[in-house]
């Protein structure tokens, strides 16, 4: 009886510990790496999403923020998954009347959009990936900004990983000439 | 026996409890809004109460060093004049003139760090300390590493975040406080200073896309307004948005027309870059951009003589 007590309890402080961990990643660590690891972009805000597990027949759950962005701005929008869970979750940025950009384009939108052309012409494995059925993933893109106003930002696990929960941070910067 | 059960279920109550806890969100904060991606983009579950909209205004809020930055784009040189004096800030000595300074000097810090002029950087960031401290808000600033990064002109994107970061906890403690109002000063002073610097700005260096920024400001003093008149109970308040609305009088002249366009995608270096094509004009002549000038001096100056 002993025995089940200590397995319960070394149970009870690993999930604790994992729980905790879990979110500081999210709050810290992980902000911090995909803030500062950006290229020529200066940080200026990020998106820390909470990712809830979606029902297969549910559409999936998304973390939406709303950012005000000025005109003449070139940005830079990044995601970032913890360790593990590379490459699951995408970033959306549009407004009331478009989608401007995202993250993940599916095997059937990159074929739309040609973006197969686009990335065998100058392929950077380090920025992006392409899969199997022609979809395309990148950690970011960037937005040139002719409209002053509100945004919206949306997070979510991309299709075949909505049944995860865990976190994700989106990163805007701005591509300055002093870096 | 029947204790050892007792323990175990205890134990097992406590594993469930945690283990709810770690799949809940532990909190709303910064976990964004939720919406079903199926449904419609506009106006999702949007109705935020008094706190909620405060918290979008503040961190909608364009950084300092995006007003900045342009006018480091355009080729406007530095000028250690515009800077709002640090000589009187001893004598603000109530939490609403000290959060409006805090405002205006975290402005002039991100003029300063744009254009790597660190040596005025230290007496900035000294005061802007001590007006943090004043309002109880310093120990989400952690002041020694912030003075070494700007020092040292490197890493400003640690700098950044950690100002981010930092600026972001201190408007969760006031809010959560119930001192969201010293959050609304605190934002008014940023967005007032960084008005000033474009509008000085443009007095010598007249780029169209120096007037077109001051221009979009309506937006933002619009959301600046909204936010002050719900305190406006308070005479200081009630001044200061009939200082700003004394501002918004030249702005209601001021248009601003949407070009509608699709978005088109090239990739360049290897990052994809998405071109707008939907664009704002902004209609601002000079003379409005005067007017603007002006009014924004005079109520700054208001400020310096308190």
């Known amino acids: 009886m002993k025995r089940v007590l200590i397995i319960i309890a070394v149970a009870l402080l690993f999930v604790g510990f994992s729980a905790q961990n879990a979110n500081a990643q999210c709050k810290r660590t992980l902000v911090y790496t995909c803030a500062t690891n950006n290229g020529r972009a200066i940080f200026l805000r990020d998106f820390n999403a909470k990712l809830k597990k979606s029902r297969p027949e549910d559409p999936a759950y998304v973390a939406k923020f709303s950012v005000v962005l000025n005109k003449g701005t070139l940005y830079r929008f990044n995601i970032c998954d913890p360790k593990g869970f590379e490459y699951t979750t995408m970033l959306t940025l549009f407004d009331a009347r478009n989608k401007y950009g995202k993250t993940y384009y599916s095997g059937d939108e990159a074929s739309t959009l040609g973006l197969g052309d686009l990335v065998k012409r100058n392929y950077r494995p380090e920025q992006y990936k392409i899969e199997s059925n022609g979809g395309v993933v990148m950690d970011h893109f960037d937005f040139v900004c002719e409209k002053s106003g509100v945004y919206f930002v949306s997070i979510q696990y991309r299709e075949g990983y909505t049944d995860n929960k865990g976190c994700a941070v989106g990163i805007m910067s701005f591509v300055g000439k002093n870096k | 026996m029947n204790m050892m059960r007792k323990k175990?279920?205890?134990?097992?109550?406590?594993?469930?409890?945690?283990?709810?806890?770690?799949?809940?969100?532990?909190?709303?904060?910064?976990?964004?809004?939720?919406?079903?991606?199926?449904?419609?983009?506009?106006?999702?579950?949007?109705?935020?109460?008094d706190e909620e909209s405060m918290k979008e205004v503040v961190q909608n809020f364009p950084a300092p060093v995006e007003?900045?930055?342009?006018?480091?784009?355009?080729?406007?040189?530095?000028?250690?004049?515009?800077?709002?004096?640090?000589?009187?800030?001893?004598?603000?000595?109530?939490?609403?003139?000290?959060?409006?300074?805090?405002?205006?000097?975290?402005?002039?810090l991100g003029y300063m760090n744009i254009y790597s002029k660190t040596s005025s950087i230290i007496q900035y960031l000294t005061v802007i300390k001590r007006l943090a401290d004043d309002l109880r808000v310093g120990q989400y600033f952690d002041f020694q590493t912030l003075k070494s990064l700007?020092?040292?002109?490197?890493?400003?994107?640690?700098?950044?975040?950690?100002?981010?970061?930092?600026?972001?906890?201190?408007?969760?403690?006031l809010r959560q406080h119930n001192r969201s109002h010293l959050s609304a000063l605190v934002i008014t002073g940023v967005w007032l200073e960084g008005l000033y610097l474009a509008a000085k700005v443009y007095e010598d260096v007249p780029h169209i896309r120096i007037a077109e920024r001051i221009?979009?400001?309506?937006?933002?003093?619009?959301?600046?307004?909204?936010?002050?008149?719900?305190?406006?109970?308070?005479?200081?308040?009630?001044?200061?948005?009939?200082?700003?609305?004394?501002?918004?009088?030249v702005y209601k002249d001021v248009h601003i027309t949407i070009i509608p366009g699709?978005?088109?995608?090239?990739?360049?270096?290897?990052?994809f870059v998405i071109k707008q094509n939907e664009r704002s004009e902004v209609t601002i002549n000079d003379q409005q951009i005067v007017n603007i000038t002006e009014r924004v001096n005079e109520i700054r100056n208001k400020l310096i003589s308190l």
């Open chain 2, 215 to 249: 221009g979009d400001q309506k937006l933002l003093l619009e959301d600046i307004l909204d936010i002050l008149r719900k305190y406006d109970q308070d005479k200081n308040f009630a001044g200061t948005v009939k200082d700003l609305e004394y501002v918004y009088e």
């Open chain 2, 150 to 173: 700007a020092v040292s002109n490197e890493n400003l994107d640690t700098l950044m975040f950690l100002s981010v970061t930092s600026f972001n906890e201190m408007d969760d403690h």
């Open chain 2, 262 to 271: 699709k978005p088109t995608m090239v990739e360049q270096n290897g990052t």
């Open chain 2, 67 to 108: 007003m900045a930055a342009l006018l480091d784009e355009v080729g406007a040189p530095f000028s250690n004049q515009m800077l709002f004096p640090t000589e009187n800030a001893d004598d603000y000595n109530t939490s609403f003139k000290q959060a409006i300074a805090l405002g205006i000097y975290s402005a002039d």
């Open chain 2, 8 to 49: 175990i279920f205890f134990v097992f109550l406590a594993f469930v409890f945690v283990a709810f806890a770690a799949c809940s969100d532990g909190g709303t904060k910064d976990n964004g809004e939720e919406i079903g991606i199926g449904g419609t983009l506009e106006g999702n579950n949007i109705a935020p109460v």
